[in-house]
């Protein structure tokens, strides 16, 4: 609990006033060599002694398909408080990734904090009106998108859901967005946005002045599939905003952190890194990194690689993580996202995700 009340210092504190991030996040990663097994065989097996860190960069990742292999925890099963799951399941129910938290603060921290940053800087939280095209937090309790957007919808005027999971009901949908004066956050993941642009046809919604979407998540086999800009455009027209105003997010539920495109604040004048006004902004306390698929080093700045996190509010699980996703590291140390790496794992998560099981 006191590595948590450090992160949450953290996420809280100016830029001035934090804890060197390096020092924290290696504390972190101590703790968890000693407290989960399959940690500690990945620590050995690449030849990193916990007790000696002190560079975040050379903290061993976890390779995300861990998740669905092992536990990967420092704490018991019996003091779960949630156990979040990833929603893909080509490879049958039992192949589900897991991610468990005994303590969820920092995550709630970590997540009111960015969203506020990205979603409304301009305005407070009871000010704005919530319609969710996801399903609500007691039909999804193991989904860490649903339980974000729970804890942004409590702090809002009003919050309305239209999506259960699997169906969309369109006429409830229409009904919350004519009915609303205030200005709304419309958020929702991909495939249910295209559902309701497929539903809708040529009907437009407009929405009151200042409403924004934020928008997440692939498709998965379940819509049809736009491309971004595509997407970002019919969305724009669909409620009359700017497309500035659609706000894409990126998170995994082996992360506790999430990243933003900067657009909105660009558009309301605040400030931003420099670059693409649609790259994602990292928060403080989640470092990302582009990676070769073969060593997992750092590749040069502008290459492609695979994205590692750093992320410090993963106090509970593991706090460096290796994806098999694509990524560029741009200019201001925004991040373009660039899908997955197609074909098998990469060589280097797959070797990295070796030595966990080993």
């Known amino acids: 609990m006191s590595l948590h009340a450090r992160v949450q210092a953290?996420?809280?504190a100016t830029p001035e006033g934090r804890e060197p991030f390096d020092g924290l996040a290696c504390d972190i990663a101590r703790h968890q060599a000693a407290l989960v097994p399959a940690v500690a065989r990945l620590f050995e097996a690449e030849g990193v002694d916990a007790e000696r860190l002190r560079d975040a960069d050379a903290i061993p990742a976890v390779v995300t398909d861990a998740f669905r292999h092992r536990r990967i925890a420092t704490h018991p099963e019996a003091q779960d408080t949630r156990v979040f799951e990833t929603s893909g399941t080509s490879l049958g129910e039992e192949q589900r990734g897991r991610h468990p938290m005994r303590d969820l603060g920092s995550y709630v921290a970590g997540a009111l904090a960015w969203g506020e940053a990205h979603?409304?800087?301009?305005?407070?939280p009871e000010?704005?009106?919530f319609i969710g095209l996801v399903a609500p937090e007691d039909l999804a309790p193991r989904s860490s998108l649903t339980f974000m957007l729970a804890r942004f919808a409590e702090r809002m005027a009003s919050a309305s859901y239209h999506w259960d999971g699997e169906t969309l009901d369109v006429a409830a949908f229409e009904a919350a967005t004519t009915t609303t004066a205030r200005p709304t956050l419309v958020a929702g993941t991909s495939f249910a946005f295209v559902h309701l642009l497929d539903s809708l046809g040529d009907t437009r919604l407009p929405l009151p002045p200042g409403s924004r979407v934020m928008q997440t998540g692939g498709f998965k086999g379940r819509s049809r599939e736009i491309e971004a800009t595509t997407l970002r455009r019919e969305l724009a027209e669909l409620f009359a905003?700017?497309?500035?105003m659609i706000v894409a997010e990126y998170g995994m539920t082996e992360l506790s952190s999430q990243l933003y495109q900067i657009s909105l604040r660009r558009h309301l004048g605040l400030p931003t890194p420099s670059g693409d006004?649609?790259?994602y902004a990292a928060p403080p306390w989640l470092r990302v990194t582009a990676v070769d698929p073969v060593s997992l080093q750092p590749v040069a700045p502008g290459?492609?690689?695979?994205a590692r996190f750093v992320d410090l509010a993963n106090v509970d699980s593991a706090v460096a993580i290796q994806t098999a996703d694509r990524i560029r590291l741009g200019q201001g140390g925004l991040v373009e996202l660039l899908g997955r790496a197609p074909g098998a794992l990469p060589r280097g998560c797959s070797l990295a995700l070796e030595h966990l099981l080993s």
Do not use: K, N, Q, Y
């Not at 979603?119 to 407070?124: N, T």
């Not at 905003?241 to 500035?244: L, T």
């Not at 290459?303 to 695979?306: A, D, P, S, T």
């Open 127 to 129: 000010e704005l009106a």
């Open 303 to 306: 290459e492609v690689g695979l």
């Open 241 to 244: 905003i700017p497309e500035a």
């Open 119 to 124: 979603l409304w800087p301009d305005l407070p």
């Open 277 to 279: 006004p649609f790259g």
């Open 10 to 12: 953290f996420i809280a």
